[in-house]
């Protein structure tokens, strides 16, 4: 009885396990092996190097590809929590239950827009004879157009208007879980509105600002289109390091290396927030 429940448990799980295998855990040992390798002229010499890796902090437009990611990544999520916090709390606690998932509706409409349209479509926004250069000129703000296009100040508006909606969605969730009479308690001992909220409210919240913000990293970081379209080749991310190797110099060992790299801070930024990740706390 008990092999029969333990075949019929294989049975089940079989299939998401040869999944994992095939195209996770197949394709990840392939990228290791391959950033282990060397490429000599066209020819790939197969073995156990850690060049490519040194490369990565030996050569520094290798290095401020990763730091300029970070940064990236980083603002990103700040801005975005920041922004979207306000929002989910106006949209829980201030928009009356009838009209919420109208309001909810308009929020995700971003996400049924094509990525490389939004990504164009701020980049003429953003251009010298976009709206917001003519806005300002109109008002006398400015003299002459800004340079917002192809900047990271573009980058980071693309990538803001995305994952505000994404983190008001998670924020949310949370904030519509969390008892009324939490808040009365605090105030009934004393505390004030500040109070309330940072010492009660916050706290509770943490779980859903942290999924939010754990997506948001992992979505930015390896993005290619948004740093492609809105912030031009002027200071290029990882992923922009990645198709160039493999574009334009076919260096796949160096790409691997770079991958790598890539799932390693993301990895690190799982471990950071893990204590908040789990799904019954959101």
């Known amino acids: ?25 197949a394709p990840f040992a392939i990228m290791v092996a391959m950033s282990l390798a060397t490429l000599e002229g066209r020819e790939l010499i197969w073995g156990f190097d850690l060049a490519n ?24 999520t700040l801005v975005s929590i920041l ?5 989910a709390w106006i949209i829980a606690f201030r928009v009356p239950p009838r009209w919420q998932r109208l309001v909810l509706l308009l929020a995700i409409l971003p996400f049924w827009t094509s990525y490389v349209v939004r990504s164009y479509s701020w980049l003429l926004v953003l251009s010298r004879e976009g709206v917001v250069n003519k806005t300002l000129m109109s008002l006398g703000v400015i003299a002459e157009p800004l340079e917002m296009a ?3 100040f573009a980058t980071v508006t693309g990538f803001v208007h995305f994952f505000v909606m994404l983190l008001t969605l998670t924020i949310f969730a949370n904030l519509v879980q969390l008892s ?12 004030n509105g500040w109070q309330a909220f940072r010492h009660v409210i916050l706290p509770l919240t943490l ?6 913000a754990f997506l948001t990293f992992v979505l930015c970081i390896g993005d290619y289109i948004t740093p492609q379209i809105l912030g031009g080749n002027n200071e290029l991310t990882v992923p922009q390091v990645i198709m160039v190797q493999l574009g334009r110099r076919g260096d796949f060992p ?15 930024a799982y471990l950071a927030s893990a204590r908040w990740l789990r799904l019954d706390r959101v």
């Open 1 to 25: 009885m008990a092999l029969s429940t333990t075949l019929r448990g294989w049975g089940f799980v079989s299939p998401a396990l040869l999944w994992t295998l095939a195209f996770f855990v």
């Open 53 to 76: 890796y040194r490369r990565l902090f030996g050569q520094s437009f290798l290095a401020n590809a990763i730091v300029v990611s970070l940064q990236i990544t980083l603002t990103v």
């Open 83 to 87: 922004l979207a916090y306000p929002l």
């Open 150 to 152: 192809s900047t990271r």
């Open 180 to 191: 009324p009479n939490y808040r009365r308690a605090a105030t009934d001992l004393g505390a």
């Open 207 to 212: 779980p859903g600002i942290m999924v939010g």
């Open 254 to 268: 160096l790409a691997a290396a770079l991958s790598i790299v890539l799932m390693g801070l993301v990895t690190l």
